[in-house]
């Protein structure tokens, strides 16, 4: 099939390589003439794991082309991908500036019918918005159809590749005939197209990510109860992730969620339901408690410094909101870093791949290491922010004797409780009693 993708962020940019990948001929389109060159010439501008392979072998094999063009990238599409920002609005809105624009400008230039697919995150109602901005310019018949992305950072291409289920919103016979055959080849092992209307499928996606949300939101109030109760958390969760009810997903306590999808649908579907005159009142919560999750170890380190930690050195492990990304969008590292920084400690602070995103942020303010341990020379305290998987089994001895202070706060708990025990270290942790305090 000819497939046009309108955008080449994240969600499009992974969309296409990866429908490109099962033998479709997709032309990605992006107004960022810097952007597209860079994709001509190669280089992709974001780090996800597998998709650089992919991408240099569909390129090679003339599957995926990029344009600046949208007359041109559309041209011939029997379905078009629309993959903008959805950004949230001041208060709390999904931004349709980028899509409805779009839409805007794909009426006139369509010359024969085409499914047009809002893959990018948007509110009940977007597709009715879409068609009808579509309509205004257009002498062809069309379907706008609701394909909401499921794709987690750093396993984004295994996703769109094996998805669990692909939720696809229309009413139409006709463009269900064509999203089946577009999406069979993905699901071969039985697992379900779900069709239903396109508002219930635009919901899906917000109830998908609010639902997860909660349940990590939950399990952080879990912690800090045990805190306040001498519990550990860990037992806890293994007792109720053995429950297929609940099941062991999304039930790791921690310095709360960020990222690009989560914190913006939990925002967008508050707002929504606002507007609806519902009043959301889990949503609400989920969104306060992650804010003060996010902080929630800079007491703990300003009471161990006994208030001042002027001229204190804190090393940071992990600047992404995950592992396997370079995304920093509300990554909790860089609210922590602000603080310490505010508080007069100096942060030297190492991440396998986003420390270029957040140079570009904060630039001079602190110190960027080439690797986890250069970031602990002299340093009074370790702070850790990301679970990357290098992090989980360092060289204790080699920290003890790098490190002016004997002391690790880890947001992540990445270390066994009963290990840490036979450690020279005070360890801090997320609803687990501290050792060698």
């Not at 949230?88 to 230039?109: C, F, Q, W």
């Not at 690797?371 to 990301?386: G, H, V």
Request: charged share 25%; with cysteine; aromatic share 8%.
């Amino acid at each position: 099939m000819k497939i046009a993708v309108v955008g080449t962020g994240y969600v499009g940019l992974v969309t296409g390589t990866c429908l490109a990948e099962t033998g479709n001929r997709v032309t990605c389109v992006d107004i960022d003439k810097n952007k597209v060159d860079m994709l001509k010439n190669g280089q992709i501008p974001i780090y996800e794991p597998g998709l650089e392979a992919m991408f240099e072998r569909n390129v090679n094999q003339n599957r995926l082309s990029f344009t600046t063009s949208l007359a041109e990238g559309i041209k011939d599409a029997e379905v078009i991908f629309l993959a903008l920002p959805t950004p949230p609005g001041e208060n709390g809105s999904a931004d349709l500036k980028y899509i409805l624009k779009v839409a805007h400008d794909l009426g006139p230039l369509l010359d024969k019918y085409v499914v047009i697919v809002d893959k990018s995150t948007v509110p009940v109602g977007t597709a009715v918005k879409v068609s009808d901005a579509i309509a205004v310019n257009c002498s062809v018949d069309f379907d706008v159809v609701s394909n909401p992305e499921f794709l987690r950072e750093g396993v984004a291409v295994d996703d769109f590749m094996k998805p669990d289920r692909v939720v696809v919103g229309t009413k139409s016979e006709r463009a269900q005939k064509i999203m089946s055959k577009l999406f069979s080849p993905l699901v071969r092992q039985g697992n379900p197209i779900l069709f239903m209307d396109e508002a219930s499928a635009e919901l899906t996606k917000y109830a998908a990510n609010s639902f997860l949300a909660t349940k990590i939101t939950f399990m952080n109030e879990i912690a800090n109860l045990c805190e306040q109760l001498g519990a550990d958390v860990d037992a806890v969760r293994r007792g109720i992730g053995t429950d297929t009810r609940i099941g062991k997903r999304f039930l790791f306590a921690g310095i709360g969620y960020g990222g690009s999808c989560f914190p913006k649908d939990v925002q967008a579907l508050e707002k929504s339901s606002s507007d609806a005159d519902y009043d959301f009142k889990i949503l609400k919560s989920v969104m306060e408690v992650n804010q003060l999750q996010k902080t929630k170890l800079i007491p703990e380190i300003v009471k161990h410094f006994k208030g001042d930690l002027s001229g204190k050195t804190i090393a940071v492990w992990g600047l992404a909101f995950k592992p396997y990304t370079d995304d920093i969008r509300e990554a909790p590292a860089l609210e922590n870093i602000k603080m310490l920084l505010d508080l007069g400690a100096k942060v030297k602070a190492y991440d396998p791949e986003a420390m270029t995103n957040v140079k570009a942020m904060m630039g001079d303010q602190m110190t960027y290491c080439k690797d986890e341990y250069e970031s602990t020379i002299d340093a009074d305290a370790l702070l850790i922010m990301t679970e990357w998987p290098e992090f989980r089994t360092p060289d204790f001895d080699k920290l003890s004797e790098e490190m002016n202070g004997q002391v690790i706060f880890d947001g992540r708990n990445l270390f066994d409780i009963e290990d840490m025990k036979d450690k020279a270290f005070k360890y801090v942790s997320i609803g687990r009693v501290k050792i060698n305090d």
